[in-house]
């Protein structure tokens, strides 16, 4: 389980610690960088697949990405005295991410390439990178450390091996460096990585792919398009816990049941409804419906991830239906961590009330924004958990 997260010059997150339960619930109003959160923390997975550099690309580029205020502000810009300004750099240009498991620490340092003749040559580098053991990086706790390509790890009696090839700039440690016998934290935190699952607004226009017909195999893990909704569900029904299916659909709307056949490979879904004398298909199913039915078949997985992280899971949702989409979250945080990004206040309250009555432990973040920079809401500018970064 994650135990604390750490995020520093991306977008309008110029330096965010959070500490992290079971169970997290991410608040705030529009714009004060909810999103911004959740992208970074799909940038953190990405890089333990090697994708990081692809993904910033996706985003615009490294300069897209960055902080875009200044380095320092200063007591008299925030009292309004004077206005922001911009200064002359004393530090790098630096996108800095991290997490700690309690067990094992992470953090990546991205920053501008050097120039080069390269076609290449807007892709940013990974300046830094270190593993270390316990919750807070110091010179002791250092197991592997790499900066720019040259890479070194600590051997159990204490000394230092230095790797005898270089790592290129784009590559992360993390997805290149295998010796398990000399760094088995990276093999445990790749693999926890590599876990972790997104999902973000599903479709249900006409033209969504859960609407689609597709050909049905075992399917643990819902695509992050829904495209293999019954697929999915039918897998729930056979490998998870179908009793909480059922409930999850009459909790929704009651009186009705889900049927999901498999005809000659192809899965089919039905939602027979009270005083209907048909049940309906998946292309009859009003938008909130088949919304619903993608949240259930993501949050009662039979194949949990260690760590979940949604991104406001209540859009388009009727409010009726969010105290049993509140139900499904809390009862997937008792198998796996959770990150929910929300901007509704009734849906935070019901998972609230259902995570107490579960008692799973949770942390109900608020972010705001001043001068342009996302903060955790009631929390002194300089408090906060300790954090210290790699160098480079």
């Not at 340092?109 to 003749?117: E, V």
């Not at 259930?296 to 991104?311: D, E, F, G, H, K």
Request: hydrophobic residues 40%; neutral net charge; glycine residues 8%.
């Amino acid at each position: 389980m994650l135990t604390m997260l750490a995020v520093e010059g991306y977008r309008s997150l110029r330096r965010l610690i959070l500490p992290l339960e079971q169970l997290n619930i991410v608040v705030g109003a529009n714009g004060t960088g909810k999103s911004s959160l959740y992208r970074a923390i799909r940038l953190l997975a990405e890089a333990a697949r090697n994708g990081a550099v692809a993904s910033l690309a996706r985003e615009g580029g490294l300069p897209s990405t960055l902080w875009a205020g200044p380095e320092v502000i200063g007591k008299a810009v925030r009292e309004g005295i004077h206005p922001v300004q911009g200064t002359v750099r004393s530090s790098p240009v630096s996108l800095r991410l991290g997490f700690t498991t309690g067990r094992f620490g992470y953090a990546i340092d991205l920053g501008l390439p050097q120039p080069s003749k390269s076609a290449f040559f807007l892709d940013p580098e990974i300046k830094g990178e270190s593993s270390w053991s316990g919750e807070l990086l110091r010179p002791a706790t250092v197991l592997t450390e790499r900066r720019r390509g040259l890479l070194r790890s600590r051997s159990v009696n204490g000394s230092w091996y230095d790797v005898p090839y270089p790592i290129a700039p784009f590559d992360s440690m993390l997805s290149v460096y295998t010796d398990v016998e000399r760094a088995p934290e990276l093999m445990e935190l790749r693999e926890q990585t590599r876990s972790w699952r997104f999902y973000d607004s599903f479709r249900a226009d006409p033209g969504a792919p859960a609407r689609q017909e597709h050909i049905g195999t075992r399917t643990p893990v819902l695509d992050h398009d829904g495209s293999d909704l019954a697929a999915a569900l039918l897998t729930i029904r056979e490998m998870g816990e179908p009793d909480q299916l059922d409930a999850a659909v009459d909790g929704a709307f009651p009186g009705s049941r889900l049927s999901v056949t498999n005809d000659a490979g192809r899965c089919r879904l039905a939602l027979t409804q009270s005083g209907l004398l048909r049940p309906l298909g998946v292309e009859e199913l009003s938008d909130g419906t088949l919304r619903y039915l993608l949240w259930i078949a993501a949050l009662l997985t039979p194949r949990p991830p260690s760590l979940l992280v949604l991104n406001e899971p209540e859009t388009s949702l009727h409010p009726d239906l969010l105290p049993a989409l509140a139900e499904l979250v809390v009862a997937a945080s008792q198998r796996t961590q959770v990150i929910a990004v929300s901007h509704s206040a009734a849906f935070v309250d019901a998972v609230a009330l259902g995570a107490r009555s579960a008692h799973v432990p949770t942390s109900t973040v608020e972010l705001t924004k001043e001068l342009g920079e996302t903060r955790v809401a009631g929390r002194d500018r300089l408090g906060g958990p300790r954090w210290n970064w790699p160098h480079r």
